[in-house]
């Protein structure tokens, strides 16, 4: 079954929704120049009140080292995600100093472009000035054969469309955010919906 990843979660409310969906990952964003940026203090007090069964994943942006590895070391999150410009030195790095599985974020535009990649998943994404969250869909022929790592398939991915993705590529994960909120907030209705048809989708 595809796993599901709900991104951008910032409030006690979107927790309380999370809850009742039962995605298998939420993330939260740890840039602070973003607006759905959370702080590590209230990200910690948010995974205190979400279920023990879902993950919890830290998205960082080209952050220094020591910033991941003091949240990884308070137990906040379960995953780190790269969304960066974070080269291969940078992961080894990290990955000498967490236990935690690490996501590295892979833009495509007109085609794929993957060299080697210590991190233990890829993301793929829309290529995007905002580095994520932009709604903005790209084609799923482009890495519909792609089997050398497990990945996250993210990009304007919601519950009008995620029936259609699923029947050109098979992820590990789906990963959506922007496209479960309404004015510009997590929609609870939109939340359980698209973990609903995923999990009606990819019942096998």
Same mark, same amino acid.
């Given at each position: 079954m595809?796993?599901?990843k709900?991104c951008g979660?910032?409030?006690?409310e979107?927790i309380?929704?999370a809850n009742?969906?039962?995605? %298998?990952y939420v993330g939260?964003?740890?840039?602070?120049?973003t607006k759905?940026?959370?702080?590590?203090d209230?990200?910690? *007090?948010?995974r205190? @009140?979400?279920?023990a069964d879902i993950q919890?994943?830290?998205?960082?942006v080209?952050?220094?080292i020591?910033?991941i590895v003091?949240?990884?070391q308070?137990g906040t999150? @379960?995953l780190?995600?790269?969304?960066?410009?974070?080269?291969?030195a940078y992961?080894?790095?990290? #990955? +000498?100093?967490v @236990?935690q %599985?690490?996501?590295k *974020?892979?833009a495509?535009?007109?085609e794929?472009v993957v060299?080697?990649?210590?991190? @233990?998943?890829l993301?793929?994404d $829309?290529l995007?000035p905002?580095r994520g969250?932009? +709604?903005k869909?790209?084609d799923?022929?482009?890495v $519909?054969s792609y089997?050398? #790592?497990?990945?996250?398939l993210?990009?304007g991915? +919601?519950?009008?469309?995620?029936e259609?993705?699923l029947?050109v590529v098979?992820?590990?994960a789906v990963?959506? *955010?922007?496209?479960?909120?309404? %004015?510009?907030?997590? %929609?609870?209705?939109k939340?359980?919906e698209?973990?609903?048809?995923?999990?009606e989708?990819?019942?096998d």
């Open positions: 595809v796993k599901v709900i979660l910032r409030r006690p979107d309380e929704a009742a969906a039962k995605p %298998d939260f964003i740890f840039v602070p120049a759905r940026y959370v702080k590590p209230l990200a910690a *007090s948010f205190r @009140d979400l279920a919890t994943v830290g998205v960082f080209n952050a220094p020591e910033e003091a949240i990884c308070v999150i @379960d780190v995600q790269l969304h960066g410009e974070e080269d291969q992961i080894a790095h990290l #990955k +000498g100093q @236990d %599985d690490i996501i *974020s892979v495509v535009g007109d794929l060299g080697p990649n210590q991190a @233990d998943y993301l793929f $829309s995007s905002s969250g932009s +709604g869909v790209f799923w022929q482009i $519909s089997q050398e #790592k497990p990945f996250f993210a990009g991915l +919601g519950v009008e469309n995620i259609e993705a029947k098979r992820p590990y990963d959506a *955010s922007s496209s479960l909120e309404t %004015d510009g907030v997590k %929609d609870p209705v939340m359980q698209f973990v609903a048809k995923i999990r989708v990819t019942h």
